[in-house]
């Protein structure tokens, strides 16, 4: 799995420490998602162009191919926990949620 973070609808671009850090963290996930990874997606203010560094978070979604399991899950939980245990910047920023791409398509806000 080859994978990179590139900036393709953002008017302003993320901040070398948080593509560094995101980065990072899709490097500590590929041993645990391997062929199961589609994309990685950030919300929020990175999204919409007002990232503070002080006071934003780093909302991203990490969409695999199909639900996780327990195992995968506990080594993911591993990965952020040495992430946020390390002096990376913003390493304790990040919010990121994993969706199975079928739970994506079939998101019904009503249900």
Partial sequence: MNISIQDTMNTQPMTTEVKALLQELLQKLQ??????FIGLYVGGSIANSSFNSTTSDIDCYI?????????????????????????????????????????????????
């Fill in 31 to 36: 041993p645990s998602l391997l062929d199961r």
């Fill in 63 to 111: 969409i695999t191919t199909e639900p996780l399991s327990e195992l995968t899950l506990s080594q993911i939980e591993a990965i952020h926990h040495e992430l946020y245990s390390s002096h990376v910047p913003f390493a304790k920023k990040i919010e990121a949620s994993y969706i199975a791409q079928n739970d994506l398509l079939n998101f019904n806000p009503e249900n």
